[in-house]
């Protein structure tokens, strides 16, 4: 197929560019700046210069596809839904009808849990939300007539020695010598490998159901204590407890977001895509894999 992505120069989108192109697939992919369309072009695609303002772009691009994969994302961005509302109604409106449209949304949707892992039937409200803009996103998408829509929720992604929790909490713990874990640190998440994430989109896309949301997560779980353990060693630092008042005082919202348990139920796409996951659990790839092979020392 022929697949327009956006967000290819990005730590998932590098990964989905690689996955695309090995299963035999012409990728074309948004670029915002010189730098990233050679990032692009290195990875064997064909960047589309632009940005997601670029609405008129979006849209020719997106017609002159057979599937639209939408890995871009900010959520460091508060303005991110004004961003991307504009740019999903061109995507979808330029996709000819019936052709796959992949949602990356995250497992941040769901409220905060309790412990157990949840399905995909469990009600997401903006409000209750760490990533409202997700939620939005996805009822805008799902909500859409004519193209084939997969909402990909994504647990925490790590692997590679990639994303922005892992990679801030180690480059933390370098500098000040301690990480923290809030509370007795028992809470925990559910995480999936970039790899194992981006084999998920390439079943998506020959998947021909509309309207499926499926949660994308191994089968491990990983307490946030065993993670800043994990990070301590492979930093030669020191985990230390803290108080939810704390991290609230040194972290902001983040620190109620990292207090809570956040587990997804998988079932649905290995049962639907045949998807399961086969890369090293989120505390081997700290503690002996992509991560501490880049620690200094």
């Given at each position: 197929m022929r697949i327009f992505l956006t967000g290819a120069s990005g730590y998932l989108g590098g990964v989905l560019t690689e996955?695309?192109?090995?299963?035999?697939?012409?990728?074309?992919?948004?670029?915002?700046?010189l730098a990233a369309r050679d990032r692009v072009s290195a990875s064997g695609a064909q960047a589309v210069p632009g940005s997601l303002a670029d609405t008129e772009t979006l849209y020719l691009a997106a017609a002159q596809a057979d599937a639209v994969v939408h890995a871009a994302v900010d959520f460091s961005n508060?303005?991110?839904?004004?961003?991307?509302?504009?740019?999903?109604a061109?995507?979808?409106?330029?996709?000819?009808?019936?052709?796959?449209?992949?949602?990356?949304?995250?497992?941040?949707?769901?409220?905060g849990g309790d412990g157990l892992a949840v399905d995909e039937n469990t009600p997401v409200e903006p409000g209750s939300s760490a990533q409202p803009y997700k939620v939005l996103g996805e009822r805008q998408v799902l909500a859409a007539d004519g193209p084939a829509v997969t909402v990909i929720r994504a647990a925490l992604i790590y692997g590679r020695g990639g994303t922005a929790l892992l990679q801030g909490l180690i480059t933390n713990a370098r500098e000040r010598k301690v990480t923290a874990y809030i509370g007795d640190g028992g809470n925990e998440w559910g995480s999936v490998h970039v790899d194992d994430l981006a084999r998920l989109y390439v079943a998506a896309l020959s998947h021909g159901e509309p309207g499926l949301v499926v949660n994308a997560a191994s089968r491990s779980?990983?307490?946030?204590?065993?993670?800043?353990?994990?990070?301590?060693?492979?930093?030669?630092?020191?985990?230390?407890?803290?108080?939810?008042?704390?991290?609230?005082?040194?972290?902001?919202?983040?620190?109620?977001?990292?207090?809570?348990s956040s587990l997804i139920d998988p079932s649905r796409a290995e049962r639907v895509l045949g998807w399961r996951p086969v890369e090293p659990s989120l505390a081997d790839e700290l503690r002996t894999g992509s991560y501490a092979s880049t620690t200094p020392g």
């Open positions: 996955h695309l192109i090995a299963s035999g697939h012409q990728v074309s992919a948004l670029a915002r700046s508060p303005a991110m839904h004004e961003v991307e509302q504009p740019a999903l061109a995507m979808l409106s330029g996709l000819k009808p019936g052709r796959p449209f992949v949602y990356t949304s995250t497992g941040l949707v769901y409220p779980r990983t307490s946030m204590r065993e993670i800043a353990e994990a990070v301590a060693h492979i930093t030669q630092a020191r985990a230390l407890r803290i108080t939810l008042e704390q991290a609230q005082q040194m972290m902001g919202p983040l620190a109620d977001v990292l207090a809570r």
